[in-house]
C-alpha cells in the first residue's frame, strides 16, 4: 500500500478536512472569544457569507470568463449542474485559472467577512454580553432565511453546484486527497497568523481590555477600535473558513449552514482545547473531529451496543462536552499561559544586567 492509497482512506480524508476548516473557524472565533472576550453566537453567520462567496459569486466569474450564462439563470437548478460540469471540465485544464480562482474566492470572502464582522462591532459596543450573543444569533439566522428564500442569489433551497477548481488536481480519491492539503496548508498559515497576533502589541492589547478594560481605557487602549479591528479579522478568517468548504463540497445550500455546525461546535472546540490558546485550538478541533468521524463511520456498530440513535450521538457529546468543561476545568485541555513582549532569556538577561547595577551602585554609595 503506498502512501497515497493511506491519505486516500475516506476516514483520514474525513478527520483532515474537518479538522482544516474547524480550526479555521474556531481561531477566528478564539480571536473575537479567547482574546477580546466578544460573546461571538453568531459564528454562522460570517462562515455562511464565505460559502456564499464561492456559491454565488466565484461561479458566475468562471462562468463570465468562458461566455457562458452568469446572471440571475446561473442560479436556475435545471441549468446550473449542466453548467457546472462543463465548466469544471474547462478549469481542469488551466490549473493557473483555477488556483487564481481559488484565491480570488478567499480574497473575496475574507472582504466581505470584514465587512460583516465591522458591521457587527457596531451592536458589540452599545450591547451587553447576553443581547450582544443573541444579536448575533440572529442576524446569522437572518441571512440563511434570506439566501435559503431568494433563488436568484445561489439558487434558493435548492442549492447551486460549484465549479471545481480543484479539478486540476486529478479526479476522484486523487482530487480529494490534493484538496485536502491544499486547504490544510491554508489552515495552518492562519494558526500561524493567530500566533503572530497573540504575541503582537495588538494580541496584549486585546488581552488587557478582556482582563481589565477600565485599566486598558486608562492606559490609552481605545476599545472601540480594538473590538472593531479583532471583529473584522475574526469574520475575515471564518469567511475564507466557509468559502473553502463550499469549494471541497463542490455544492452551497444555505440551510446547510446552521447554528449547530458553525456556531455551537467551534464554541466546544474551543472549550475543549482550552479559551485564548491558539496551540489548544489545535488539540479540541483534532479530538472532536476525531470522535465526531469515528462515531459517523461506525454508527451501525455502535447502534447495536447503546440504546438510542447513534445518529444523536455527536449531538449529545457537544453538549456533554461544553457541560463537562464548564463545571470541571474552565480552562481547557490546555489553559493559556502568560505570552511575554521578549523572549524569556532575553528578559532574564535584561534582569541580571539592571540587579548587577543595582548592586554596584549601593556598593559605590556604601565606600
Not at 132 to 143: K, P, S
Not at 281 to 291: D, K
Amino acid at each position: 500500500m503506498g502512501i497515497e492509497d493511506i491519505f486516500a482512506n475516506p476516514l483520514l480524508l474525513n478527520i483532515l478536512i474537518n479538522f482544516a476548516v474547524g480550526l479555521i473557524v474556531t481561531i477566528s472565533l478564539n480571536l473575537e472569544v479567547g482574546f477580546a472576550d466578544i460573546p461571538q453566537f453568531g459564528r454562522v453567520l460570517t462562515v455562511l457569507m464565505g460559502a456564499l462567496v464561492a456559491g454565488g459569486i466565484t461561479g458566475r466569474i468562471v462562468a463570465s470568463i468562458y461566455g457562458k450564462p452568469s446572471g440571475v439563470e446561473y442560479a436556475n437548478h435545471l441549468i446550473n449542474y449542466k453548467l457546472v460540469d462543463e465548466l469544471s471540465r474547462l478549469l481542469a485544464q488551466s490549473p493557473t485559472l483555477s488556483i487564481t480562482m481559488l484565491v480570488l474566492t478567499l480574497i473575496i470572502a475574507a472582504i466581505l467577512g470584514g465587512i460583516v464582522g465591522y458591521l457587527c462591532s457596531y451592536p458589540a459596543l452599545r450591547l451587553e454580553e447576553a443581547y450582544l450573543g443573541i444579536t448575533l444569533l440572529a442576524f446569522g439566522d437572518v441571512l440563511q432565511l434570506v439566501v435559503w428564500n431568494y433563488d436568484p442569489i445561489a439558487g434558493g433551497t435548492e442549492g447551486v453546484m460549484i465549479p471545481d477548481v480543484f479539478r486540476w488536481i486529478g479526479t476522484g480519491p486523487v482530487r480529494f486527497v490534493g484538496a485536502t492539503f491544499i486547504i490544510l496548508g491554508i489552515a495552518l498559515l492562519v494558526f500561524a497568523y493567530a500566533e503572530r497576533i497573540a504575541r503582537s502589541p495588538f494580541g496584549r492589547s486585546l488581552k488587557a481590555m478582556r482582563d481589565a478594560p477600565l485599566a486598558a481605557e486608562v492606559y490609552g487602549k481605545d476599545i472601540v477600535a480594538l473590538r472593531a479591528r479583532v471583529l473584522i479579522i475574526g469574520g475575515a478568517l471564518a469567511a475564507m473558513g466557509g468559502a473553502l468548504w463550499a469549494l471541497y463540497t463542490g455544492s452551497f445550500k444555505a440551510v446547510s449552514y446552521s447554528r449547530l455546525t458553525w456556531t455551537f461546535w467551534p464554541w466546544a472546540y474551543m472549550m475543549l482545547g482550552g479559551t485564548g490558546n491558539n496551540v489548544g485550538m489545535l488539540v479540541g478541533v483534532l479530538v472532536f473531529s476525531i470522535v465526531r468521524t469515528l462515531i459517523y463511520t461506525y454508527k451501525d456498530l455502535i447502534g447495536s451496543v447503546i440504546p438510542i440513535n447513534p445518529n444523536w450521538l455527536e449531538y449529545m457529546l457537544v453538549g456533554l462536552v461544553i457541560i463537562a468543561i464548564s463545571l470541571f476545568r474552565p480552562q481547557g485541555l490546555l489553559p493559556e499561559k502568560p505570552v511575554f513582549a521578549l523572549p524569556r532569556k532575553k528578559i532574564e538577561k535584561i534582569r541580571k544586567a539592571v540587579l548587577g547595577e543595582n548592586i554596584e551602585e549601593s556598593e559605590a554609595k556604601e565606600s
